[in-house]
């Protein structure tokens, strides 16, 4: 028999003596008491292994929780029903800033200042009746700061209460940064003079949003009102809506695409668009951000430069022809003037000379045309009445037509700095095309007003510069232009007539451009075309008309002509010797000055030099002036050029001339510019002024 358990051995010899033997029928049922506690004892000892282990796992979970526990920066109160203080922990930044030992058996709401303890106070009862979590925020100034807590309390099941203090400062801060940036964001976005908006994904049917500036590039005054209306209906081809859509579905955006579209009003706009799609997780768009400038105003500044560009390439051809057929001209014109001076005003070779005569004015025209926008013309101007101008060219063009002009001038207009000749040209061709469009008769209404160009209060929208104007409207009831025509009727040789040369109205641009205005026109088939002018209003006094005397003075004294032209100098020095002078000639400006010393060494002066300007590959009268009044101070200089609107002729005294005769010029435009220079005037000499005459 195995040796038996220790604890079996002490119970028999206490119940049967130390000498006790187990009788051999015992022995079985010793055995199976003895395995029993055996067995027992294997159990116990598991069990307390299993206790053992137990107890250290939960000790080590306890301490693991206590870490997590001390680890997290929240306060931590556990409280009861009324919200007495039991336990607390304090938080890693310090904020708790009494001791648990302090704070328990103490209320929580009886703790802060009196309006957070009152909060607390509701928050608890709260809790313990609605058995949920409630939680509210409050502010507390410490250490010279303000701070700010969240408190979240969590009911138990044991009718205790966990409270959760939390320093959200740093989100308060982070909060604020944000509603800051937001609110510069909106602002920026509310005052920049761009629009941007938010539309749905096809862009057709709706805005979802927009700023101030995108209702205000549309004409409408709200944008709750912009909203309403349906992107489409800005376009005017919708097509370009489509071709947009489309390549924002294949791209994800456009950028600086131009677009025709047209405000509420129906005025046409261009506009620059740049938008980008936003997505959904699942690819398909959103919706569609994007920002729309208004390049109306810069469009046509590009279409004025790019007019101005063609008019003066036209120009420089334009020039040359036209300085070559003044030249030819004067000599036709000079000689008919001439032969007319020694016919009898009576005979039938005086009229035929004046029909030829006629007929040479009618080219002159033409070339005055070449001139108006060739490159560096520049108009004479001086202070007139825009009234007067209007009134008689326009009576001069519509008389014995079916046409009715109307005028409607405002009593206070302000005179302007023109060239007469060049405006009257202007109304001219106006009111021609005007008068051609109403061919069954009809009312012309001819207006004047003044009118101030600035950006704060007056008109605005104009390729001007600030100031004062005179806006001119000439208005028909005529067919109307077609809207694809518009912007060609100014270009050179663009012309819809049968017989039209292209000319007038490109003359009529250039003419007003350089007398720094502006042209517009507006029209509507059926209904009638209008065009405006802007006018820089004068600052000076009206100037009058001199007008000179119908008598050819005896000339008395000596002339020097200098043009490189030889058929120029002998219909001059014809003329000259008619008009009683003695005349020599010089071809350039070398010659010129050569011919002048000899003279004032011999001491027989000239007393006169007509210069032409222009003299190719030798010096002309603009750098030989000077050098010839240095050597004879006492000689009277006259500018004589084929381009008539040289800059140099519209400010002739500047460079030392006394006077001028455009090319091409007759006896009798000779003759003023002597009589002028001789008597001391120093004015010049415009075909418009009566001229002398046999």
């Known amino acids: 028999m195995e040796e038996m358990h220790s604890l079996l051995k002490r119970q028999l010899k206490k119940y049967f003596g130390a000498t006790f033997h187990v009788p051999a029928q015992w022995e079985r049922f010793i055995e199976v008491v003895d395995a ?62 009494r001791s648990t030992e302090e704070l328990k058996g103490r209320r929580i709401q009886d703790v802060p200042p009196e309006e957070v303890g009152r909060k607390f106070a509701e928050t608890v009862r709260l809790v313990v009746e609605t058995k949920s979590v409630a939680s509210f925020e409050y502010s507390l100034a410490m250490r010279n700061q303000i701070s700010f807590y969240e408190a979240r309390l969590l009911p138990l099941l044991d009718d205790q209460i966990i409270a959760i203090i939390r320093n959200i400062t740093s989100r308060k801060e982070a909060e604020k940064a944000l509603r800051e940036s937001e609110e510069k964001y909106r602002t920026l976005v509310e005052n920049v003079n761009v629009g941007i908006y938010r539309s749905a994904d096809d862009m057709g049917n709706s805005f979802l949003q927009a700023n101030p500036a995108m209702a205000k590039i549309f004409g409408y005054s709200s944008i709750e009102e912009f909203l309403k209306v349906p992107a489409l209906q800005f376009f005017r081809n919708p097509e370009q809506l489509k071709l947009i859509v489309q390549e924002i579905s294949s791209n994800g955006f456009v950028k600086d695409r131009e677009l025709l579209l047209h405000k509420k009003d129906g005025t046409p706009i261009v506009v620059s668009c740049t938008a980008k799609a936003q997505y959904n997780a699942n690819g398909t768009i959103k919706w569609v951000d994007g920002v729309i400038e208004d390049i109306t105003e810069r469009k046509q ?92 060219s326009a009576r001069f063009v519509m008389s014995g037509s079916n046409v009715l002009c109307n005028f409607s001038i405002a009593d206070d207009l302000l005179p302007a700095d023109i060239d007469e000749g060049q405006i009257s040209q202007v109304i001219n061709n106006l009111v021609i095309n005007t008068q051609q469009a109403m061919p069954r008769g009809g009312t012309i209404t001819i207006s004047a007003e003044n009118v101030t160009v600035n950006r704060q209060t007056g008109v605005t929208g104009l390729p001007l510069e600030e100031g004062k104007y005179i806006k001119i409207t000439i208005q028909d009831q005529g067919t109307g232009i077609p809207e694809d025509h518009l912007d060609k009727i100014f270009d050179p040789y663009f012309t819809t007539k049968q017989h039209g040369s292209g000319l007038g109205l490109t003359t009529t641009y250039t003419i007003i451009k350089k007398h720094g205005g502006y042209i517009s026109v507006k029209s509507q088939m059926g209904v009638g075309t209008t065009f405006s002018i802007y006018l820089p209003a004068s600052r000076g006094r009206l100037e009058t008309k001199k007008v000179i005397a119908k008598e050819t003075a005896a000339g008395q004294g000596r002339i020097l002509i200098m043009d490189d032209e030889e058929i120029i100098r002998d219909v001059a020095g014809s003329m000259m010797l008619y008009l009683g002078y003695d005349v020599d000639f010089a071809k ?104 002398a005459s046999q």
């Open 36 to 97: 029993a506690y055996k067995e027992f004892d294997a159990d116990r000892t598991m069990l307390e292994r299993s206790l053992d282990l137990s107890s250290q796992e939960l000790l080590q979970a306890n301490s693991e929780m206590r870490a997590i526990f001390q680890s997290i920066p929240d306060l931590l109160f556990r409280l009861s029903n009324n919200g007495t203080i039991l336990d607390s922990k304090a938080g890693g930044t310090s904020d708790f800033y």
């Open 301 to 392: 500044a590009e279409e004025e430069i790019l007019k101005s560009s063609k008019l003066e390439s036209l120009g420089i051809l334009a020039g040359g022809i036209a300085h070559d057929f003044n030249n030819i001209l004067t000599a036709v014109i000079g000689n008919i003037s001439l032969a007319k001076s020694k016919v009898d005003p009576e005979s039938p070779s005086y009229s035929r000379l004046a029909a030829a005569e006629r007929a040479s004015s009618r080219a002159q025209d033409l070339t005055q045309q070449l001139l108006t926008f060739s490159k560096g013309g520049a108009p004479i101007r001086k202070s007139a009445s825009i009234e007067e101008l209007l009134k008689e």
């Open 588 to 691: 350039d400006g070398d010659e010129a000055i050569d011919r002048v010393r000899k003279a004032v060494e011999s001491g027989i002066p000239f007393n006169i030099i007509i210069m032409d300007l222009t003299i190719p590959g030798g010096m002309g009268g603009k750098d030989a002036v000077q050098k010839i009044l240095a050597i004879d101070p006492k000689i009277k200089a006259i500018a004589s050029s084929g381009y008539s609107n040289d800059p140099i002729m519209a400010e002739f005294k500047k460079y030392g001339f006394s006077a001028i005769v455009p090319k091409p010029y007759k006896l009798e435009d000779v003759n003023n510019a002597l009589q002028q220079v001789t008597s001391g005037s120093h004015a010049s000499t415009h075909q418009d002024i009566p001229n």
